[in-house]
């Protein structure tokens, strides 16, 4: 498998950031609409990958599935979209969060010495490219 690098940060980093923040440091903020999950298991089947959080870098890194995040308290609200993810902007949000007052929460997911505030910085980053919760 080919390893893909998103502004210097390799798809293994990404893969840890995306399972800590779904699974845990983001979930307080985020809400996936069916549509995006439909979108997501198009281009990547349970059998592929049983697990969403990874599912969602593969179909976004592998396939150029663009992915919107809603927000948790408009969940069934289609317009209450916060961001989108897609490998274009996945490049110019870590670049910004790189270079940003926040840059010490990749710097933690790099080192590996990362919890889920860190991971929730950098997928907020991600998702809206600033921090807009916690």
């Excluded at 893909?4 to 985020?30: C, H, M, P």
């Excluded at 990958?49 to 870098?57: E, F, G, K, Q, R």
Aim: no cysteine.
């Amino acid at each position: 498998m080919e390893i893909k690098i998103i502004q210097g940060v390799k798809r293994e980093v990404l893969e840890d950031i995306f399972v800590t923040a779904l699974e845990g440091g983001s979930n307080y903020w985020y809400y996936i609409p069916e549509k995006s999950i439909k979108a997501i298991r198009r281009a990547v089947s349970r059998e592929e990958d049983p697990y969403l959080s990874t599912a969602i870098l593969k179909a976004i890194l592998d396939h150029n599935v663009e992915v919107p995040i809603n927000d948790v308290e408009e969940e069934d609200d289609e317009d209450s979209v916060l961001g989108v993810i897609s490998l274009a902007t996945m490049n110019e949000r870590l670049q910004k969060l790189a270079e940003s007052d926040d840059s010490w929460a990749l710097d933690e997911v790099m080192d590996e010495e990362y919890d889920g505030t860190s991971a929730d910085v950098v997928f907020q980053y991600i998702v809206m490219g600033e921090v807009v919760f916690g």
